[in-house]
């Protein structure tokens, strides 16, 4: 057995089939399996993920039947001619020794579309579309349909299927009060609420027979009132287990909870003692979930027993490779999930094809292919933020000679700013991973140098990535000592007295205000803490598993102003949005739309709202958080000198920029260099 985390290596004996460790990759949508055209790209994405060494994989969700589907023409296995497309999935999973495993999602009343159905007509406070009640002969349809969608996934080479019974979607809603209102034999009390999702389970069973891994996503943390209480949950798991589930896997908290789960706040593994409560009760492996990115966080969730597998899904899409480096004890060398959302979760919510962040191949295989070149040519790349960072590693990888600059003392640009926020502190892991990308790919890197166009004679090609300038104020007493830059701010040369106006609701904005509203210690290093002030039960004991949120009182009354109308925070990430517009609002702070500036005095920020009366906002500090402008002057210069120049990142456009966008047109120029 290897050294390098024992437990999280160890295999699991199923009994009729082994798997390699104890990482499973949890089951993502990408946006590859709604098409059978896009199956090749599907295969490839996972065949690198079992080549990097993944226990078991589950896909996304595939619909049993139409009405379960998650929007129209969504993922579905249910006709015998489905099964071919994803033969060229489980083939090329098995020709790494990899196992995967088809996840059977029925939407129920989140299925974005009018044919949706539901234990009970209960419209969702997050989908627009109200459901039809589920008849009587609609759930023995639904049964038979779950039992042929395995079959069929069993006929395509999977090792087994995914019975998805959490996150609020049909098998939940049947088994919670909240959304079903049912007094036939499928509703009532909670053992016929359960009826129908152990009923899938058993004819599940019985149609694949006793060598099919059935996995069972049980929501032990509904994170909702009127969910389940625990009494429930065991009994629900203990049914689901006699059914024939051969592994049970950890839903936390509905799509409509009102409680962050897996957004980067959320400390890491921060519900995995639940994963623990439940296991005296059950005797197959139980998996834990949720904000587990690195191994020795995986590691400690199982040698402290609270699980016997972990599940992951962001970070390895983050990084094929994580289990193969855990494996070779090469830590410092895993492209680690921040837990942002942004190229994932946000892009299957706008309906794009989901990436990463930190990895822009991601669900690209095929596309974004970084080949070795046969011309190296010597480039020098300005900036090492995150456009810099990437451009150059890439490139070095491919073979160039590459030399890298940044005028300041440590690689990251803005990262090292956006790692102070409390709630980002992931961030300091792209710095550590890029770190070591330069070193493994020889990157020459110039820390402390400030460079120009003279400094840059000699290079083939240069890449110009030296980011943005912060937007200055243009206002009458702009120059106020009252008024501060944020950089200033959050490097903490400036200490800000306890009265705060911040101009400009952006990302930026937000991440100062929860900056300034924070007292000591960031509630995403302490889960206590963290359970406390949003309201979760730290026992799981309460229905639903939520308790009164008890918010720790603002270290600073803030005032969040933006000129455009409407509240601030609309633009923020489609799934993390909310959770910066809560916090701020549990800490009391002032969220203005609408806002006119007309000036800063001695006392304070007049401004007028809405076209309304002139009022002074009693201010210690003004801190302009208005956006940037784009630092391009070396490129406009080296282009002017005909030279052979690239921009990218801040530089090449300010605006909308995102470290999403700098890291991808980093690494697209790099592979075309
Ligand atoms: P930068 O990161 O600005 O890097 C430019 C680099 O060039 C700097 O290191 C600078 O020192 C160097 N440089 C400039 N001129 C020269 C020169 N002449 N010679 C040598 N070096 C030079 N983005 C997200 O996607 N998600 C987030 O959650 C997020 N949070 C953020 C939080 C904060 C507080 C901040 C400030 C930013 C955040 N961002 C976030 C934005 C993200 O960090 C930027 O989009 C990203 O850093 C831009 O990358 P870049 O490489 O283009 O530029
Ligand atoms: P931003 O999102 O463009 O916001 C700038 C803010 O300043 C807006 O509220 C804008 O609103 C205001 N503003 C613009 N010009 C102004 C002026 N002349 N005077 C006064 N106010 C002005 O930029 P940012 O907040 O600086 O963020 C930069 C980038 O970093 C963003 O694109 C963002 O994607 C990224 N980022 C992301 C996150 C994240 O969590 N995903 C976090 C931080 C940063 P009004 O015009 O309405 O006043
Ligand atoms: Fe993780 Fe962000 Fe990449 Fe999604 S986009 S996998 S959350 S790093």
Same mark, same amino acid.
Request: aromatic share 6%.
């Given at each position: 057995m290897t050294t390098h985390f024992p437990h999280l290596l160890a295999p699991l004996d199923l009994g009729f089939t082994q798997l390699r460790n104890r990482v499973l990759m949890g089951s993502m949508h990408t946006? +590859?399996?709604?098409?059978? *055209?896009?199956f090749p790209k599907l295969a490839t994405y996972f065949a690198e993920r079992a080549a990097g060494g993944v226990g078991l994989m589950v896909t996304g969700g595939f619909a049993p039947n139409i009405v379960g589907w998650?929007? &129209?023409?969504a993922g579905r296995l249910s006709? $015998?001619?489905?099964v071919r497309r994803h033969r060229q999935v489980t083939e090329a999973v098995h020709a790494h020794d990899g196992k995967i495993c088809l996840q059977l999602l029925h939407?129920?009343?989140?299925?974005?579309?009018?044919l949706s159905v539901a234990p009970s007509r209960l419209k969702a406070p997050i989908n627009p579309f109200t459901p039809r009640t589920l008849s009587a002969r609609g759930i023995e349809r639904t049964l038979r349909d779950f039992a042929t969608a395995a079959r069929l996934a069993q006929d395509a080479g999977y090792d087994g299927v995914e019975i998805m !019974?959490?996150?609020?979607?049909l098998l939940n809603e049947f088994t919670v009060p909240r959304t079903n209102r049912r007094d036939?034999?499928?509703?009532?009390?909670a053992q016929r609420r359960m009826r129908f999702p152990v009923e899938i389970v058993q004819r599940v069973r019985e149609a694949c027979g006793p060598n099919f891994i059935v996995i069972y996503r049980l929501? +032990? +943390?509904? +994170?909702?009132?009127d969910g389940n209480a625990w009494p429930d949950i065991v009994a629900q798991a203990k049914a689901v287990e006699a059914a024939g589930a051969t592994i049970l896997n950890s839903g936390i908290g509905w799509?409509?909870?009102?409680i962050p789960t897996?957004?980067?706040?959320? $400390?890491? %593994?921060?519900?995995t003692s639940v994963t623990a409560k439940l296991r $005296?009760?059950?005797s197959v492996p139980l998996v834990a979930s949720n904000r587990i990115n690195m191994p020795a966080v995986a590691e400690a969730v199982l040698a402290a027993g609270h699980a016997d597998m972990v599940s992951m899904a962001r970070p390895l899409l983050a990084d094929p490779q994580w289990v193969n480096k855990a494996r070779d004890g090469q830590v410092q060398a895993i492209n680690t #999930?921040?837990?942002?959302?942004?190229? #994932?979760l946000d892009h299957v919510f706008e309906n794009k094809r989901a990436s990463c962040l930190?990895? &822009?191949? %991601? #669900?690209?295989e095929t596309e974004l292919v970084f080949t070795r070149t046969t011309a190296p040519k010597s480039i020098a790349v300005v900036g090492a933020g995150p456009a810099g960072l990437a451009c150059a590693t890439v490139a070095a990888e491919r073979g160039h000679r590459v030399t890298l600059f940044d %005028?300041?003392?440590?690689?990251g640009g803005q990262f090292n700013l956006a790692?102070?926020? @409390?709630?980002?502190?992931?961030?300091h892991e792209p710095l550590r991973y890029f770190r070591h990308r330069i070193a493994e790919t020889g990157v020459d890197l110039r820390l402390g140098t400030r460079v120009d166009a003279a400094a840059?004679? !000699?290079?083939?090609d240069v890449v110009i990535a030296t980011g943005v300038i912060p937007r200055a104020l243009d206002l009458p007493? *702009?120059?106020?000592?009252?008024v501060v830059r944020y950089i200033d701010v959050l490097e903490g040369r400036v200490q800000v007295g306890p009265r705060v106006a911040i101009i400009g609701a952006g990302g930026i904005g937000f991440d100062v205000a929860e900056f300034l509203v924070e007292?000591?210690?960031?509630?995403a290093l302490d889960p206590a803490r963290w359970m406390t002030e949003w309201g979760v039960d730290p026992a799981f004991d309460a229905p639903g598993g939520l308790v009164k949120a008890s918010p720790e009182p603002a270290a600073r009354q803030v005032w969040l102003l933006q000129r455009?109308? !409407?509240? @601030?925070?609309?633009?923020?990430?489609?799934?993390?949005g909310w959770i910066h517009r809560a916090t701020l609002k549990a800490k009391g702070v002032q969220m203005l739309g609408g806002v006119e500036y007309l000036g800063v005095d001695d006392d304070g920020l007049h401004i007028r709202v809405d076209g309304g009366a002139q009022q002074t906002l009693p201010v210690d500090h003004v801190v302009v958080c208005a956006g940037q402008e784009p630092r391009r002057e070396l490129f406009d210069v080296l282009q002017a000198q005909g030279r052979r120049v690239h921009v990218i990142g801040g530089a090449k456009l300010?605006?909308?920029?995102?470290a999403k966008r700098a890291i991808d047109e980093g690494s697209r120029l790099a592979a075309a260099l």
């Amino acid at each position: 057995m290897t050294t390098h985390f024992p437990h999280l290596l160890a295999p699991l004996d199923l009994g009729f089939t082994q798997l390699r460790n104890r990482v499973l990759m949890g089951s993502m949508h990408t946006g +590859l399996e709604d098409r059978a *055209a896009d199956f090749p790209k599907l295969a490839t994405y996972f065949a690198e993920r079992a080549a990097g060494g993944v226990g078991l994989m589950v896909t996304g969700g595939f619909a049993p039947n139409i009405v379960g589907w998650l929007k &129209p023409f969504a993922g579905r296995l249910s006709l $015998p001619w489905h099964v071919r497309r994803h033969r060229q999935v489980t083939e090329a999973v098995h020709a790494h020794d990899g196992k995967i495993c088809l996840q059977l999602l029925h939407a129920g009343r989140y299925a974005y579309h009018p044919l949706s159905v539901a234990p009970s007509r209960l419209k969702a406070p997050i989908n627009p579309f109200t459901p039809r009640t589920l008849s009587a002969r609609g759930i023995e349809r639904t049964l038979r349909d779950f039992a042929t969608a395995a079959r069929l996934a069993q006929d395509a080479g999977y090792d087994g299927v995914e019975i998805m !019974g959490s996150e609020g979607y049909l098998l939940n809603e049947f088994t919670v009060p909240r959304t079903n209102r049912r007094d036939d034999a499928w509703g009532g009390d909670a053992q016929r609420r359960m009826r129908f999702p152990v009923e899938i389970v058993q004819r599940v069973r019985e149609a694949c027979g006793p060598n099919f891994i059935v996995i069972y996503r049980l929501s +032990l +943390l509904d +994170l909702v009132e009127d969910g389940n209480a625990w009494p429930d949950i065991v009994a629900q798991a203990k049914a689901v287990e006699a059914a024939g589930a051969t592994i049970l896997n950890s839903g936390i908290g509905w799509h409509e909870a009102r409680i962050p789960t897996i957004a980067t706040s959320v $400390p890491r %593994a921060a519900f995995t003692s639940v994963t623990a409560k439940l296991r $005296p009760h059950v005797s197959v492996p139980l998996v834990a979930s949720n904000r587990i990115n690195m191994p020795a966080v995986a590691e400690a969730v199982l040698a402290a027993g609270h699980a016997d597998m972990v599940s992951m899904a962001r970070p390895l899409l983050a990084d094929p490779q994580w289990v193969n480096k855990a494996r070779d004890g090469q830590v410092q060398a895993i492209n680690t #999930c921040i837990a942002c959302n942004q190229a #994932c979760l946000d892009h299957v919510f706008e309906n794009k094809r989901a990436s990463c962040l930190v990895n &822009p191949r %991601a #669900c690209a295989e095929t596309e974004l292919v970084f080949t070795r070149t046969t011309a190296p040519k010597s480039i020098a790349v300005v900036g090492a933020g995150p456009a810099g960072l990437a451009c150059a590693t890439v490139a070095a990888e491919r073979g160039h000679r590459v030399t890298l600059f940044d %005028a300041a003392t440590e690689i990251g640009g803005q990262f090292n700013l956006a790692k102070r926020i @409390p709630g980002k502190e992931e961030f300091h892991e792209p710095l550590r991973y890029f770190r070591h990308r330069i070193a493994e790919t020889g990157v020459d890197l110039r820390l402390g140098t400030r460079v120009d166009a003279a400094a840059l004679s !000699g290079f083939d090609d240069v890449v110009i990535a030296t980011g943005v300038i912060p937007r200055a104020l243009d206002l009458p007493g *702009a120059d106020h000592a009252k008024v501060v830059r944020y950089i200033d701010v959050l490097e903490g040369r400036v200490q800000v007295g306890p009265r705060v106006a911040i101009i400009g609701a952006g990302g930026i904005g937000f991440d100062v205000a929860e900056f300034l509203v924070e007292t000591g210690d960031s509630p995403a290093l302490d889960p206590a803490r963290w359970m406390t002030e949003w309201g979760v039960d730290p026992a799981f004991d309460a229905p639903g598993g939520l308790v009164k949120a008890s918010p720790e009182p603002a270290a600073r009354q803030v005032w969040l102003l933006q000129r455009s109308p !409407g509240r @601030p925070g609309a633009r923020l990430g489609k799934t993390t949005g909310w959770i910066h517009r809560a916090t701020l609002k549990a800490k009391g702070v002032q969220m203005l739309g609408g806002v006119e500036y007309l000036g800063v005095d001695d006392d304070g920020l007049h401004i007028r709202v809405d076209g309304g009366a002139q009022q002074t906002l009693p201010v210690d500090h003004v801190v302009v958080c208005a956006g940037q402008e784009p630092r391009r002057e070396l490129f406009d210069v080296l282009q002017a000198q005909g030279r052979r120049v690239h921009v990218i990142g801040g530089a090449k456009l300010a605006a909308e920029l995102d470290a999403k966008r700098a890291i991808d047109e980093g690494s697209r120029l790099a592979a075309a260099l």
